[in-house]
C-alpha cells in the first residue's frame, strides 16, 4: 500500500520480529495483530517467534488464511527447559525458567531470521511484558512496539510500581487502606493491585513486570487492547508516561474470529427467552471456583429461577449438589465451551457473571451486558474494581465471594432494579463508542494507521 509514498524506504528491506510470550492468551491476540499489520504492509517482511509448542497450536488448522500471507514466517524459540525436564509440579515452573531463557533464546532464532531473509530486523513487535525490548531495538536500531494485551488501569499501576511500593510499602496487604495518589482511581483498595506490584515482589515474573514499567516509556509506541474513551484520565496518564500510547481496540471488534462451533445449540435455546432473562456464567478458560462457592451459586440459581447458560469444566453432576442439573433442565443449560460473543450479544442474555478478566469485560462491553463479578487474579480485582466505581457497568459479590446471598443480592441488583437498568444504559454507551471507535475515522482505526505508519517507515 502506498501510505508513505512521500518517503524514500524500501519497504522490501524491511523486517518486523515479533516476539510473543507463549503462556496463557498472549500469543494469539499478538499474532493476530501482526496478521492485521501484515495484511496492509504486505511488502514488509514478518517474522513471528513463540515456542514449538504454542506455534504448532496457534498455526495448525490456519493453512488457508497463512496463505493470503507469505510475508509472515514464524521460527521456534527453545522454551528454555532442559534435556529430559520433568515437571515438578508447580503449574508456573515453565513460565519461570522461561521467563529466565529469555532474551538469549529470542536473539538466536533472530539471527537464524535475519540470515533465512536477508533483512535486518528493523522493527519489534513484541508482549509488553519483554521489558528487553528496548535495549534491543536500541542495539539493531530497530522501533519497539510492544503490546499489551490487557487493560489500561493495570498497565498503569505496573507503570507506578515504584511510585505505589513507595508510598505504602512493597509488603502491605492492609485491605482497609485505599489508594487515592493514583490518578484516575478512586476508591481503589490495597488489594486491587494486581500480582507483581505489591507483596511477593522478587519472583521472576513481578521482577518481569516491573521492569517493563520501567521500560515502556522507552517505546516508540505502546500498543493496547482497548479503545480511548473506556478511561479518559489513565489514557491521560499513561500518555504523558509514554511516548505514544495506540489503542487499537477491542479486538473482538477489529479481529475477524475464529468461527466457534455452537455445538450445545444456546443460540437456538436463547431464542426461546424472555428478553434480559438468562445469567451468562464463565470464569474462563482457566479458572473454577472452589466446590463451596459453585454449590453456593447453584443453590442461588435455583431459588432465583432464572434461565441460565454455565460453562462448566468437569462434570456438574458430579460437583454440584444433588439432584441440581436435572431439576434445573429445563432452565438451565451447562456447557464446556461456548460461542460466548455470540451469546453475549443474543437480547434474552441480561447478565454475565464473570472473573472479569480483560478480554471477558471488553466482550461483555460489546454485548452490552452488566456483569455480577467474581476476580480471582492477575488484574481481575483491579477490573471488577473499575466496573462497579468507574464504569457503573457490575458489581462485585460481598466480600468477593460467591454465597447464597451474596449472588442472590448482586444477581437481583442487576436483573430487577433501577440501579441495574442504570447499569445497561450505561454499557449500552460504551458498547456504541467502541463500536465507534473502530469504524472509519475512529480512534482505534486511526491508531491502527499510525502503527502502519511506524512499521512500514
Ligand atoms: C545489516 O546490518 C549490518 C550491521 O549494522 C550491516 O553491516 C549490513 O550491511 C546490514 N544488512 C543489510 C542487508 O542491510
Ligand atoms: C475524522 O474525525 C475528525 C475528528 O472527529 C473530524 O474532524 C474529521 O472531519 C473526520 N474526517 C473524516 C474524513 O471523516
Not at 529430559?84 to 521467563?99: A, D, N, Q, R
Not at 513481578?206 to 474513551?229: Q, Y
Not at 477490573?383 to 462497579?388: I, K, P
Request: glycine letters at 8%; one cysteine or more.
Amino acid at each position: 500500500m502506498s501510505r508513505d509514498k512521500g518517503e524514500s524506504v524500501n519497504v522490501e528491506k524491511l523486517h518486523v520480529a515479533v516476539l510473543a510470550f507463549p503462556f496463557g492468551t498472549h500469543a494469539g491476540p499478538l499474532l493476530n495483530l501482526a496478521r492485521r499489520i501484515a495484511v496492509d504492509a504486505h511488502k514488509v517482511t514478518f517474522s513471528f517467534l513463540c515456542t514449538s509448542r504454542t506455534n504448532a497450536a496457534l498455526f495448525s488448522g490456519s493453512k488457508d488464511y497463512d496463505e493470503f500471507l507469505p510475508n509472515i514466517k514464524h521460527y521456534d524459540v527453545h522454551d528454555g527447559l532442559p534435556e529430559g525436564y520433568v515437571p515438578s509440579g508447580h503449574p508456573l515452573e515453565p513460565i519461570f525458567i522461561f521467563i529466565k531463557a529469555m532474551p538469549d533464546n529470542y536473539k538466536s532464532v533472530m539471527v537464524k531470521a535475519v540470515a533465512e531473509t536477508g533483512k535486518n530486523i528493523t522493527c519489534l513487535v513484541t508482549d509488553a511484558f519483554y521489558w528487553f525490548g528496548a535495549d534491543l531495538a536500541k542495539e539493531m536500531h530497530a522501533k519497539w512496539v510492544p503490546l499489551w494485551t490487557a487493560g489500561p488501569h493495570s498497565l498503569l499501576t505496573h507503570v507506578f510500581t515504584d511510585l505505589i511500593r513507595e508510598k505504602i510499602g512493597s509488603k502491605e496487604v492492609d485491605d482497609t487502606k485505599t489508594v487515592d495518589f493514583l490518578p484516575g482511581f478512586p476508591e481503589l483498595h490495597v488489594s486491587d493491585f494486581p500480582e507483581g506490584v505489591i507483596g511477593d515482589i522478587d519472583g521472576p515474573f513481578s521482577t518481569m513486570l516491573h521492569k517493563m514499567g520501567l521500560e515502556l516509556p522507552r517505546a516508540t509506541a505502546v500498543a493496547i487492547n482497548s479503545f480511548s474513551t473506556v478511561h479518559p484520565l489513565i489514557e491521560n496518564e499513561l500518555n504523558s508516561q509514554f511516548k505514544l500510547l495506540l489503542n487499537v481496540g477491542p479486538f473482538i471488534l477489529t479481529t475477524p474470529q475464529r468461527m466457534v462451533s455452537d455445538e450445545h445449540g444456546c443460540l437456538a435455546w436463547l431464542n426461546q427467552c424472555e428478553k434480559f432473562s438468562v445469567v451468562y456464567i464463565s470464569f474462563g478458560s482457566r479458572i473454577v471456583p472452589p466446590p463451596h462457592e459453585l454449590n453456593a451459586l447453584a443453590e442461588c440459581l435455583e431459588e432465583c429461577g432464572c434461565p441460565f447458560i454455565w460453562v462448566f469444566k468437569g462434570n456438574p453432576e458430579e460437583t454440584l449438589p444433588n439432584g441440581f442439573t436435572e431439576r434445573t433442565k429445563t432452565k438451565g443449560k451447562f456447557v464446556a465451551w461456548a460461542p460466548q460473543m455470540e451469546i453475549l450479544k443474543h437480547s434474552a442474555v441480561g447478565m454475565c457473571l464473570t472473573h472479569s478478566g480483560w478480554n471477558s469485560v471488553l466482550d461483555c462491553i460489546v454485548g452490552g451486558v452488566p456483569m455480577v463479578s467474581r476476580p480471582f487474579f492477575g488484574d481481575q480485582r483491579l477490573n471488577a474494581r473499575m466496573l462497579e466505581s468507574i464504569w457503573g457497568i457490575g458489581v462485585g459479590v460481598d466480600n468477593g465471594v460467591l454465597t447464597k446471598e451474596s449472588t442472590m443480592k448482586a444477581l437481583n441488583l442487576i436483573m430487577s432494579t433501577e440501579e441495574g437498568k442504570i447499569m445497561r444504559e450505561k454499557i449500552l454507551k460504551l458498547k456504541e463508542s467502541a463500536l465507534k471507535a473502530v469504524e472509519r475515522n475512529g480512534t482505534s482505526a486511526n491508531n491502527f494507521d499510525t502503527l502502519i505508519k511506524i512499521v512500514t517507515s
